[in-house]
């Protein structure tokens, strides 16, 4: 077996991982970053997740404005995923080359715990053992599939990973989840051209969202044509004609839904699995996650751990952040903590995308401010006009006492964008009079912020 030493191991290829891999190793210090598969060289969002869904949400969107018959919308679809595949790809090269080129050393093969400064690598030359004074956990996560009998015997389901390599368009296609991935599923494949329906077992859809917003959501999938079936059980999954049968409990009786391809997505859970963590004393939280305090460190001082493997929120711009909180130990003041990173935004690429940032208006009531609401249709936005998509809804929560933002949320087209915005306000005390009477390009959607706090 191979032994080798190094300052600084890094076990997976994702945001935080590599990104500290690169710092560190400009640093003049010695870096080994083990990722098990090639595959996943730039981690879970290059490789399965935002990169490669928001290029098929934005060739469908191209694909749902030219239209056509289905095999058109098929054969555009087919050329959607070979794009994806494209792309993909030349962003896993460009993230090996970037962090190869800062001297750190990548190690193909998957990582288990023997000790507290000990990994034992199962690489396709056999074992090799790595020792390292400090270790940095960053394995992602997974999608978790919930025991339905039958999923696992059919051929017809998918992960939302496995899901985005699925070369034929599915003319009926069935989502078990009602989550953020989920939905972005669901508007992606209706606008490529594909009948879907939505199942999801609570009664209340999208409920961490304001209920106004959630509403919007809701009516305007249904106005698309994408069925929501809430308050539903999924009792099992049959072989069918189109494929498969999703067989469904809900308050009327059994209900058949029948499908080419059945999506499951029910969550992501932390990928710890392989790690042996125990072995390296470890703690995990009860939901299996790697437990860290507000530094990110672990139950072990010289452990760290960083991104969707913590249990904390999954999008890849906080692993980056993890990155900065672990920077700010290793050669900063230590001050920078999860604690302290802000209001955090967040959008769902629906179409128009849904975004949001801070409290909802029934959180902030609950936590006794005095409440202004702001509202605007999104029709009354001549940019929404120009791009034919006058549904939706913007909605700023205020503190009436000092003019201050507690939340936005923001139904409409270029939501991603003008979210951020809103965070640095809610960060920095921006007043709502600020943003209702300063000068925006026209015609933007940001301009609406005229009208919205005005």
């Known amino acids: 077996m191979q032994n080798t030493s190094y300052q600084n191991l890094i076990i997976g290829f994702g945001k935080a991982g590599k990104t500290l891999a690169g710092f560190l190793a400009k640093k003049g210090e010695s870096v080994a970053l083990v990722e098990r598969s090639k595959e ?17 949400e934005y060739s469908a969107r191209l694909s749902a404005e030219i239209g056509g018959d289905f095999a058109a919308k098929a ?33 193909d093969g998957e990582a288990r715990f023997v000790d507290a400064h000990t990994v034992s690598v199962t690489t396709a030359d056999g074992e090799q053992s790595i020792t390292a004074e400090r270790i940095f956990i960053n394995t992602g996560a997974v999608p978790f599939v919930p025991p339905i009998p039958g999923a696992a015997e059919s051929t017809h389901v998918y992960t939302s990973e496995t899901m985005m390599e699925l070369d034929d368009l599915p003319e009926k296609l069935v989502i ?106 470890v703690r995990q939280t009860v939901r299996g996650a790697v437990e860290v305090d507000e530094h990110l460190r672990t139950s072990v001082p010289h452990i760290w751990a960083m991104g969707d493997v913590t249990g904390g929120l999954q999008f890849t711009y906080i692993s980056l952040d993890d990155f900065r909180i672990v920077k700010d130990q290793l050669a900063g003041e230590g001050t ?31 936590a006794g401010f005095d409440v202004r609401i702001a509202r605007l249709e999104v029709a009354a936005i001549p ?69 919205l706090f005005g």
């Not at 959607?80 to 190869?100: D, P, Q």
């Not at 972005?184 to 969202?209: H, K, L, M, W």
């Not at 604690?339 to 009531?365: H, I, Q």
């Open 40 to 56: 996943r060289y730039g981690g879970t969002c290059i490789n399965v997740a935002c990169i490669p869904s928001k290029s098929l």
């Open 75 to 107: 054969e555009r679809y087919r050329a959607a995923i070979a794009e994806k595949r494209r792309l993909t790809a030349m962003l896993r090269e460009k993230n090996y080359a970037k962090v190869t080129g800062t001297g750190a050393i990548v190690i």
């Open 176 to 281: 078990i989840g009602g989550g953020y991935i989920g939905l972005e599923f669901a508007s992606y494949y209706e606008n490529f051209g594909s009948s879907v329906a939505v199942v999801q077992d609570g009664d209340a859809f999208i409920p961490r969202e304001d209920s106004e917003i959630s509403a919007r959501v809701l009516q305007q999938m249904n106005d698309r044509g994408i069925h929501i079936l809430t308050g539903a059980k999924i009792t099992r999954i049959e072989e069918g004609a189109a494929g498969a049968n999703v067989i469904v409990e809900t308050a009327a009786g059994e209900k058949t839904l029948a499908a080419n391809a059945v999506l499951i997505a029910t969550g992501r859970r932390p990928n710890t699995e392989a790690l042996n963590l125990a072995a390296a004393g």
């Open 336 to 366: 920078r903590t999860t604690k302290n990173r802000g209001a955090v935004p967040y959008s769902v690429f629906l179409d128009p995308p849904l975004s949001r940032v801070g409290m909802t208006e029934e959180e902030a009531r609950t």
């Open 383 to 451: 940019k929404a006009q120009v791009y034919k998509k006058p549904a939706g809804l913007l909605k700023a929560v205020i503190d009436a006492k000092t003019d201050t933002i507690l939340g936005a949320h923001f139904f409409c087209p270029e939501s991603q964008e003008m979210i951020n915005l809103m965070k640095a306000a809610i960060d920095h005390g921006i007043t709502a009079h600020a943003l209702g009477s300063a000068i925006y390009t026209h015609p933007t959607m940001t301009e609406a912020l005229n009208d």
